[in-house]
Nanobody, 123 residues
């Protein structure tokens, strides 16, 4: 199984980025998919999750209204649109695949983790 995140970069505060996570080696449409992030010296934190059928989404309070998670099951790809970025959004963003939607934000029931992509927001 491979989950490869891309799309990170350096952006000014208030700017936007679109992250992608290409999945292979798993039946993508059967997994809930989500994003976590980890800033230097801080614990990993939940960002967003979308259920397997794209019917439900959930966001961390710190990103709600600014970030949008989506998926394309035909392309085996997960997305995260980041708008109105803040310096505190600076982190490595990683995607994950799991089977327990309700516990996803606690990182329970996550079967696969991907390599991350760096997002840096300058003030």
């Amino acid at each position: 199984v491979q989950l490869q995140a891309s799309g990170g970069g350096l952006v000014q505060a208030g700017g936007s980025l679109r992250l992608s996570c290409a999945a292979s080696g798993l039946t993508f449409s059967r997994y809930h998919m989500g994003w976590f992030r980890q800033a230097p010296g801080k614990e990993r934190e939940f960002v967003a999750v979308i259920n397997w059928s794209r019917g439900s989404t959930d966001y961390a309070g710190s990103v709600k209204g600014r970030f949008t998670i989506s998926r394309d099951n035909a392309k085996n790809t997960l997305y995260l649109q980041l708008n109105s970025l803040k310096p505190e959004d600076t982190a490595v963003y990683s995607c994950a695949a799991g089977v327990a939607y309700s516990d996803f934000r606690k990182a329970n029931g996550i079967d696969h983790w991907g390599k991350g992509t760096q997002v840096t927001v300058s003030s």
